[in-house]
Structure formats: C-alpha cells, structure tokens
C-alpha cells in the first residue's frame, strides 16, 4: 500500500470516529433531557462512563500490547459498542439508559487509543504528518454537526441514536479498510526494556498526566452542557450546533500547520499557552453569552484550547513512552486526561448548575485550568 493510500485509510477512520463524536457530543445532554433527565443524573450518567474511561482503556491497551492485534481489537470492539449503542431507543426510564450507555462505553474506550497507537506507528514508518491525517476527524465533526443541527430542530431530538449511528456503522467499516502493525515490534534500537511503572514514576510523566486531567476536567461542563447552557440564553439548537463548528474548523486550521507551530514554538511552550487561553475561554463564555459574535470569537479558541492541547499531548505520550508500551500509554494518557477528568468534571459540573448556577461550572473550569497552566509551567518539560 502507497504512503497516500494508507493515509487516506487513516483520515477516512479519523473522520468517522468524529463524525460520531459530533453527532453525539453537542446533542446527547438535550437528548437526555427529552428522556427525562435531570442535569444531576445527565452529570451522574456521564461520570460513570467516566469511570470506564479511567479503567476500560488500560485494560484494553494491556490486550492490545500483549497481542500484538491493535486494530483487529479496534474493529471488534466498534461493532459491539455500535449493536450496544442501538439498544439506547428501546431504553424506558433513567436507569436503563444510563445501563446500555454504560454497556456501548465499555467497548468504546478501546477504539481511540489502540487507533491512535496503530496511526502513530504507520505514519512513523511511512514519513506523514499525524496533524494533517488527524484534521480529518475535525471534518468529519464539523459535517456532522452541521448536517445534524438543523435535522434535530425540524425532526425533534428524539431520532438522535439512530443519526449518531450511521455514522457509528461508517466508523466499523473504515475501521476494516486499515492495515495492521506490529506495535510492539517497532521497538527502539539498542534501548534496554522499561517496565510500565518505571515510565509513570518519572516525574515528567506524572506532570503531564496531571496537566492533561485538568485541561479535560475543565473541558467537562463544555462537553456536558454547552448546549443547554446557549439554549437557556435563548440561542437556537442549530445556533449552538454552527458555534461547535466554528470551534472545530479553527483545530482545522490550526493542525494543517500543527508540525510547523510545534517545531518552532515547542511542545511545552504550547502547551502552556494552550492550558491559559483554555482559562479565559470558560471565563469569557459565561461573561459574553448572550452575544453570538462574542460566542463565535471565543470558539475559535478552540485551536489552541484544543488542536494545540491534543497535538502537544500525542508529541508527549509517543516520546515518554517506548513504542512496546505504546498501546498502555495511550490508553493511561485517555484514562487520566478523559476518564478521571471527565468523570469529576462532568460529576462537579452536573451538581453545580442544579445546585448553584448554570455558569458556574464554566467559572471553576477556568480555575482549573489556570492550575493545570501553573503544573506545566513548572513540572514539564520541553522534549526535543
């Protein structure tokens, strides 16, 4: 297979995997909402899937590394989170869909980071850009919002599943168009083998895992509740669904020239920039809500809060961690950062804007960022 073939395969599973995530994330708290739940149990519903993220990947990675099989673990497990996903329709009540979204969930966590292995590797060995083959799946979210936005406000949101998987299915068949690699073959020349808590112990990699939580920590209450939170400032469905957009073509953007802006600023430098504009975001969110042209400036710092986050965080993980522990350390990097962050953030989240007020969980956002920006300031390191 030619370099631009495999990567086109890479960018088509890219583009899927968000396409699904888009079709899901700015939709899925209304959508709760319609079938009766409150934001405590959406944040509770949330925080459990959290749970599995903090523990479902590494055990995933563990089978992965082991076998040597990343993407056949992928392609499995995308078809059964997809036939567990569609029971979620013929769900009655709060506690039988929390039940099949915590049964799709367990699968689900094995596709990223085992993807992100087998697409580091390849393109390792085939000289491309991960940036460019990952702005695919910023498309791929940006359509998919797009088209759905409009479709939710004349059909209603309660089609939303069945939406959410088409694409999921497009996601499982692009899932077979990719070849496997050996992940733990591609290991380092003439480096002697590093256990697993040996790399965690390292106090570079403590720091960045830790850096990494609070920025998805933060990142909970725009996950969970953005949506319902325009729509209580009198922004239309479809509104809410162009300014998601708006955000992820700004990471389109960003990742095109994303080896470029790193080779030259530095992976920790950006790092920090990224973790202090993510701060003022949420800040400016809750100040400027009621006014669409702020909203729309604001998004566009997704680039950095996000493009820059994730491409820095991918540049740490492949480097901290040797390639024999590839699998283990994507999946450590998505337990920390998506799992542990996320579960917290969305628990604290739900609770606070029942409980308090609905722009609070954007203003303890920003201070968490603000500590994450403080850790990589003083605990990461630049790697070269």
């Not at 920006?373 to 390191?381: D, E, I, L």
Request: hydrophobic share 55%; proline share 5%.
């Amino acid at each position: 297979m030619t370099p631009a073939a495999l990567h086109t395969r890479l960018g088509g599973y890219y583009f899927f995997y968000y396409a699904t995530v888009g079709a899901f994330m700015p939709y899925w708290a209304p959508y709760l909402t319609a079938r009766g739940f409150s934001a405590t149990e959406i944040g509770v519903a949330y925080a459990l899937a959290g749970l599995e993220r903090a523990v479902m990947p590494f055990v995933w990675g563990w089978i992965a590394d082991h076998s040597g099989r990343h993407i056949q673990l992928v392609r499995g497990t995308s078809v059964a989170s997809l036939a567990l996903f569609l029971l979620i329709p013929f769900a009655d009540g709060v506690w039988q869909i929390t039940a099949a979204m915590l049964a799709y969930n367990l699968f689900w966590q094995a596709l990223l980071p085992q993807f992100e292995a087998v697409s580091l590797v390849h393109l390792q060995q085939s000289g491309g850009d991960y940036s460019r083959v990952r702005l695919w799946g910023s498309v791929g979210f940006v359509v998919s919002v797009l088209s759905l936005g409009p479709l939710l406000d004349l059909w209603g949101i309660l089609p939303l599943p069945w939406l959410v998987g088409v694409l999921f299915a497009g996601m499982a068949v692009a899932s077979y168009q990719v070849p496997e690699t050996r992940v733990a073959a591609h290991a380092e020349a003439q480096a002697p083998p590093v256990s697993l808590g040996t790399v965690i112990r390292r106090p570079e990699v403590i720091a960045l895992l830790l850096a990494c939580l609070c920025s998805q920590m933060s990142f909970a209450p725009y996950y969970n509740f953005f949506t319902l939170f325009l729509e209580r400032h009198g922004h239309a469905r479809s509104v809410a669904g162009l300014l998601w957009a708006v955000a992820v073509v700004a990471e389109i953007g960003l990742f095109i020239y994303m080896s470029r802006v790193i080779a030259r600023i530095g992976a920790r430098k950006l790092l920090l920039l990224a973790l202090v504009t993510t701060a003022v975001r949420w800040g400016l969110t809750v100040l400027l809500a009621d006014y669409i042209a702020a909203l729309v400036l604001i998004q566009l710092s997704h680039a950095l809060t996000f493009g820059a986050y994730h491409a820095c965080a991918m540049h740490y993980v492949f480097r901290l961690f040797p390639a024999r522990l590839q699998g283990r350390g994507q999946a450590l990097y998505n337990a920390a950062a998506y799992g542990i962050g996320g579960s917290v953030g969305s628990l604290g989240a739900g609770w606070t804007w029942d409980h308090l007020r609905p722009e609070a969980p954007f203003l303890i956002a920003a201070v968490i960022a603000a500590v994450g920006a403080w850790v990589v300031w003083r605990k990461v390191p630049e790697l070269r």
